[in-house]
């Protein structure tokens, strides 16, 4: 059974700096693209970053572009997104979630996943 779990979540002030980690577990995880995603309060979700399976490519949404990175640490099963210069409008639960495609597949939106995590909080205030 796959398992995702989301980390390091919290409140922070804007201008301030969070790292998300997301671990992953019940299939290879360096096989398996992997995406970050966010959910505000009456919200849709919402894409935000996503790494291929050897962490050599990544996407991002325009609206956390040049502010947030992506990566993946597969001999540790885990992946991270670095959030710098945080902003009231990116305070949602952020989801970690796995691609479908064994070593391919895209990785930019949520048809492209499988499996999710229940999400960490990110609150910023301002």
């Known amino acids: 059974q796959v398992q995702v779990v989301e980390s390091g979540g919290g409140l922070v002030q804007a201008g301030g700096s969070l790292r998300l980690s997301c671990a992953a577990s019940?299939?290879?995880?360096?096989?398996?693209?992997l995406g970050w995603f966010r959910q505000a309060p009456g919200k849709e979700r919402e894409f935000v970053a996503g790494?291929?399976?050897?962490?050599?490519?990544?996407y991002y949404a325009d609206s956390v572009k040049g502010r947030f990175t992506i990566s993946r640490d597969n001999a540790k099963n885990t992946m991270y997104l670095q959030m710098n210069s945080l902003k009231p409008e990116d305070t949602a639960v952020y989801h970690c979630?796995?691609?479908?495609?064994?070593?391919?597949?895209?990785?930019?939106?949520?048809?492209?996943?499988?499996?999710w995590g229940q999400g960490t909080q990110v609150t910023v205030s301002s």
């Open positions: 979630a796995t691609g479908r495609t064994y070593y391919g597949g895209n990785y930019n939106s949520m048809e492209d996943f499988g499996f």
């Open positions: 019940g299939r290879p995880f360096s096989a398996y693209a």
């Open positions: 790494i291929n399976w050897s962490g050599r490519s990544t």
